[in-house]
């Protein structure tokens, strides 16, 4: 059971959302935490590391197609692998 497959790096942008451009499909094959300002975050549907920001759904709201509302917050930033 040797695992030749070395897992990608992670981007400094990246987003769950399949339509977006900052989507990387096989970064999903792992499991990835973010770290928020020293606390982890399991709620983040997209980040930028370099920016210092997150994306998170706001509770129930939904914009005009039915996806999450996504709110910014701004702080450190730290994405690894699980």
Do not use: Q
Request: proline share 6%; glycine share 8%.
């Amino acid at each position: 059971m040797n695992d030749t497959k070395s897992k990608p790096a992670l981007p400094d942008r990246f987003s769950g959302n399949p339509r977006s451009p900052h989507h990387i499909a096989e970064i999903f094959e792992y499991e990835v935490g973010i770290r928020f300002n020293g606390k982890e975050r399991f709620d983040v549907e997209e980040y930028c590391i370099s920016e210092g920001w997150v994306k998170v759904a706001a509770h129930k709201a939904l914009d005009r197609r039915g996806n999450p509302l996504l709110v910014m917050k701004k702080g450190t930033v730290e994405a690894f692998y699980r």
